[in-house]
């Protein structure tokens, strides 16, 4: 939001800087993010003066050249070297002296020095209209007033207005903030508690009179919901033109292009008051009659930027007795506006239903200066005294009169609000004790009228223009806003509870899995939840009434709530893919949202993914590429540091993937993991294999909750290895050599472990060489070699009987 410093000062006279102000503007809450000058005129003619053309003869060495001598007001006058065919004897004219700096309409800067030209010297410039980015105009000097003065600086004659403008970055709960009006309000609050009291003046409206009621528009309010206050008047006799310099002057300040004067007179109240109003041309209107309400569902409206669009039900119009002229509080008409043949109009100054006016907006893709305001809450009670504001300033600047009585349809009045500070709490929440006639001077400056005062309390009204002062709590933060954040001290001393917490804490289980996955080369992502409603076209396992739908989505695309985090990962993948950044390790922590049986519930899941190969590219490794086995080592290791041993494998059966497993303990499903399908990826333009795990977050935690951790002494007597090379058939896996030795040896077979798999020359067909070795250990007793000899014996025996095995 951007405030002119010299638009605010018409509020509160105040001589501080414009970094002093800033510095009070943030303080209070109004965030000062920058401060930039403004010149009406680029350089501000700093100068340029008057002149008198005291002389004046024809160049002897060029027809179309002059040779003036002008009094500048300084000792001795000026020569200066003129082409303008109009110059002569007498006139007063703006001189451009040694030094000044010019600009161009471009922006180009050029600086007026002493010069020859073609044998005469000339000491400056005789300038014309536009050479001054006064005008456009070239044909000659500009020829000033003969009642200025010599020497004066042709800035004050043109009135060339120089100024600071603040752009603050206003908080979405601040309506009240969003004009030069409000602004100034804070800034007086910030004032007074420095003891500098400064008067507050407001525009006054004391010359408002009907002078004939000749145009009468009748307004019907059939929806007085959407449109709780509807005011309006008409003018007569207005004459469409150019706006004067010094209205133009406060719009450009601020960034705002002028239009006309009709146009400009509303879009100044909007930022001097923060009452959006809105004229039309009232021989536009049929019937004589305007009527606000809604309209079918599709009817076809073009706005004043030419589009067409189609309304919804719920739009709030503007209409006539035939037809819809303006989106209400948001956009205008193309056929309804003030153009230049307007003679005549009805001005209008409403409040409108803040949420309607924010679905319309977002419907239709518009953000204006109005809908701005009206979305997030204006002042109801300042309608009259702002339509009454714009109709004098628009006959001040276009002319007219006011045709018609003031229609105020305002059938509920919107009520202050009613609030009990505590000062004991006020205490609580600020860390330090305020005086209480410090508090009451504060809420006094911000219009917060103290209604009763007791020792422990005081009973406010909020005046409605605050609708973000609703609680004690913000009764609070706006005096510590106003006290000031930085005059709070900081105590010595610092309180502190411990609080008990279970080891099972969602955030602490989280830390660890996190930690280990990033530990192994994974990398956290965050998604949207919201996504499109079309990714549930993708699997069966997803149903289009289990979605829940946004009621007011910013787009098409981010409309439901999300049921998977596959989908949110995959578009992950595939946005890295496309720059050249294949292998990736993910996991997110995330919910899916769904509707069952008309209950809204969520769940929460770890998703891990991983695509391409298993690490960077490195001249001492091979590539190698992730698979399944690499994603089910990561999702075993994870429930291990977890205490989930005992869980069981199944086939999964699931249209996400091509295969998979899912692990489950009892009835409980943990786990699903696998590939994903190539139908799916290919709807990604993903053509890479990619691995995905989603893991049941929920169910994890309720799983280790109940598992009972045992522990045991480290054992003090040393392990024993032993190795076999056994030759089978090579269809036997490793899993059954394991079992087969667990059950031989179960109380000191501590470990069985394949290291080395070889298949080809020397081997008979059919056969393979397995290299397994057996780790033994007596947590009681160091082991003698006559026990290790059986044990290896018995494990000789049972493979070569039950597998046919023989030692190479």
């Not at 917490?501 to 955030?507: A, K, P, Q, T």
């Not at 690490?615 to 989930?644: M, V």
Request: net charge negative; glycine share 6%.
């Amino acid at each position: 939001m951007k405030i002119s410093y010299n638009w605010l000062k018409q509020f509160i006279k105040i001589d501080w800087t414009p970094e002093q102000t800033a510095e009070l503007l943030t303080d209070l809450g109004l965030e000062v993010e920058g401060i930039e000058s403004y010149q009406s005129v680029k350089g501000g003619l700093e100068g340029v003066v008057v002149g008198e053309v005291l002389t004046c003869i024809k160049h002897p060495n060029a027809d179309k050249l002059r040779i003036t001598t002008v009094n500048t007001g300084e000792e001795n006058p000026l020569q200066i070297v003129c082409g303008a065919p109009n110059v002569a004897v007498g006139q007063k004219v703006p001189v451009a002296t040694i030094g000044t700096v010019l600009y161009s309409k471009e922006g180009e800067s050029w600086t007026i020095k002493k010069g020859n030209i073609r044998g005469e010297e000339s000491h400056g410039m005789i300038c014309a209209e536009d050479e001054l980015s006064l005008g456009a105009s070239h044909e000659g000097i500009l020829v000033l007033d003969e009642s200025c003065k010599v020497g004066t600086p042709v800035a004050d004659i043109f009135d060339v207005e120089n100024d600071h403008v603040f752009e603050i970055g206003l908080t979405p709960n601040r309506a009240d903030a969003m004009s030069h009006l409000g602004t100034a309000r804070d800034l007086k609050a910030g004032l007074i508690q420095k003891d500098i009291t400064l008067e507050f003046i407001t525009p006054s409206v004391s010359a408002f009179h009907i002078d004939s009621r000749t145009l009468k528009i009748d307004v019907d309010v059939k929806n007085k919901e959407l449109a709780p206050r509807y005011c309006g008047l008409t003018i007569s006799g207005i004459k469409v033109e150019t706006s004067p310099i010094w209205l133009q002057n406060r719009l450009r300040a601020i960034g705002l292009k002028p239009i006309n004067n009709i146009v400009d007179a509303t879009n100044y109240v909007l930022h001097d008051l923060g009452q959006p109003l809105h004229a039309f041309d009232a021989a536009k209107i049929s019937g004589n009659k305007i009527e606000v309400k809604t309209v079918p569902s599709g009817t076809k409206f073009t706005t004043l930027d030419g589009v067409e669009r189609e309304l919804h039900e719920d739009d709030l119009m503007i209409c006539d007795a035939e037809k819809p002229m303006c989106i209400a509080g948001v956009f205008g008409g193309i056929h309804s506006g003030v153009s230049e043949n307007t003679t005549s109009i009805f001005l209008e100054s409403a409040y409108f239903n803040p949420v309607s006016i924010r679905k319309s907006a977002k419907r239709h893709g518009l953000n204006t200066d109005a809908s701005f305001r009206f979305e997030r809450g204006i002042d109801p009670n300042i309608t009259e005294y702002a339509l009454k504001s714009a109709a004098l300033l628009i006959q001040e600047v276009a002319g007219g009169e006011i045709t018609s009585d003031i229609i105020d349809i305002y059938p509920k009045k919107i009520e202050d609000f009613q609030v009990r500070l505590s000062f004991e709490n006020a205490k609580k929440l600020i860390g330090e004790e305020i005086p209480k006639e410090t508090i009451k001077r504060i809420l006094t400056s911000l219009e917060i009228k103290i209604n009763n005062v007791t020792e422990t309390g005081l009973g406010l009204t909020v005046p409605a223009y605050r609708n973000d002062v609703l609680r004690e709590a913000d009764i609070i933060e706006e005096i510590l806003r106003v006290y000031g954040y930085n005059n709070i001290q900081v105590t010595e001393k610092l309180n502190a509870s411990v609080s008990t917490s279970s080891r099972f804490e969602d955030h602490k289980i989280q830390n660890i899995v996190g930690n280990q996955l990033a530990a192994q080369g994974f990398l956290e992502i965050m998604a949207n939840s919201l996504t499109t409603p079309n990714y549930t076209a993708l699997s069966d396992q997803l149903k289009e009434e289990h979605n829940i739908t946004i009621l007011n989505p910013l787009s098409g695309d981010l409309s439901v709530l999300r049921q998977s985090l596959l989908f949110s990962g995959l578009e992950a993948l595939s946005y890295n893919i496309n720059r050249k950044r294949g292998d990736l390790k993910l996991f997110e922590f995330g919910k899916t949202y769904h509707v069952y049986n008309d209950k809204r519930e969520e769940f929460k899941h770890l998703t891990v993914f991983v695509t391409g190969n298993k690490n960077q590219e490195h001249w001492h490794a091979p590539n190698e590429k992730s698979d399944f086995f690499f994603l089910k080592g990561t999702i075993n290791a994870l429930l291990e540091r977890l205490g989930i041993s005992r869980y069981v494998e199944t086939p999964m059966n699931n249209d996400l993937f091509s295969e998979g497993l899912t692990i489950g303990l009892g009835k409980k499903q943990l786990v699903d993991f696998g590939l994903v399908k190539k139908s799916i990826l290919k709807h990604f333009d993903i053509s890479q294999e990619v691995l995905f795990a989603d893991i049941k977050w929920d169910a994890i935690l309720e799983v280790i909750k109940s598992n009972a951790i045992k522990f045991k002494a480290i054992p003090k007597y040393p392990e024993v290895r032993r190795d076999f090379a056994l030759l089978i058939d090579e269809n036997i896996t490793f899993e059954s050599i394991y079992k087969i030795a667990k059950q031989s040896e179960k109380q000191l077979l501590k470990g069985v472990n394949l290291f080395d798999v070889y298949q080809g020359k020397n081997l008979p067909q059919g056969k393979k060489s397995y290299a397994v070795s057996f780790t033994l250990q007596d947590e009681n007793n160091t082991l003698t070699d006559k026990q290790i000899d059986n044990i290896m014996s018995t494990l000789q025996k049972q493979f070569e009987s039950q597998l046919g095995a023989e030692l190479r």
